[in-house]
């Protein structure tokens, strides 16, 4: 058991440390050309690669080739590079979750991570009490909250990767995470492009919907069904309680708890978020 948690701890860290190249490179292409620090990058990632492969007996062979299935599947590096020019556009606008030095912001992390983790506890009783409709839009909230988080985390790695000075420029225009749509989208990249766990638990063509959904607006669609009463073209009343099944909110309750566990400042703060999330998921997913 022991073994496993420290598998899947290199594992995730392997997974963040290449999003976090793959995101800075985005943003500072001047990153790309530091060979010196590329090189330390890739031997960082590598390490624990092999450590995997070593204590699992998985083949290099098998590995690379399911990461050239997902990727093409999922459009990982299209999407990826869209998520990055996206969080590289609110810092360069001024825009951040985070304040003061990198202790202070680990802090301030650790806030929005335990009121995600509480927004998702809601949610799930909510399922409990069968209010799916409720219980669906609190997951959705909790998805939009994980938004925070990634942004978060590439704010502090980006502020020590470069050594930038406390001082913060004044935000310009909207802030793009007060919209929705935006906030499901980095939501989305930031945890379930990269997710072979949740690919397995929920189906890998149910979460490249779901990531679909998030670039085209329809999730801020399910997000209000959830909540308002509505009438249709024949002049019927629909109401939350009867367009949300109890299978998609356990779809969104899992997937929502699945992008929190993902993120790495979960991984280091969750304290317990891991044991709930997997109790959950045996009692209510037939796994195939």
Known sequence: MEEEKHILGLMRNIKNE????????????????????????VIKVMAGLYEITAKSGIEMDEIFKLV???????????????????????L???????????????????KYIRHA??????AVSMYHKQRFSMSC?????????CSKISFGEFQYYHRILHEEPKSERKPRGK??????????????????????????????????????????GQLEKLRQMCLYADINRE???????????????????????????????AESFRGGFQDKLDKFEAENIQRK
């Open 117 to 122: 983790e509480n927004v998702w506890n809601d």
């Open 68 to 90: 050239e299935d997902t990727s093409v599947n999922k459009k990982q590096i299209e999407r990826i590079r869209n998520y990055s020019l996206e969080l590289g556009k609110f």
């Open 18 to 41: 290449l999003k976090n190249i793959l995101i800075q490179s985005h943003v500072d292409p001047n990153l790309i050309s530091d060979k010196e620090t590329m090189k330390e990058l």
């Open 235 to 265: 002049g019927g009343i629909l109401i939350p309680e009867e367009i949300i099944t109890k299978e998609k909110s356990l779809f969104y309750v899992c997937l929502a708890g699945e992008l929190l566990s993902h993120d790495e400042g």
């Open 92 to 110: 360069e606008k001024g825009f951040v979750v985070l304040r003061g030095n990198p202790e202070v912001m680990l802090k301030q992390l650790e």
């Open 175 to 216: 802030n793009p995470l007060n919209q929705h749509s935006r906030k499901h989208f980095i939501a989305a990249c930031s945890g379930a492009l990269v997710n072979t766990r949740m690919d397995n638990l929920l189906g890998i063509d149910k979460v490249v919907e779901f990531i679909e959904n998030c670039e085209s």
């Open 137 to 145: 839009f609190l997951s959705i909230v909790c998805i939009e909250e």
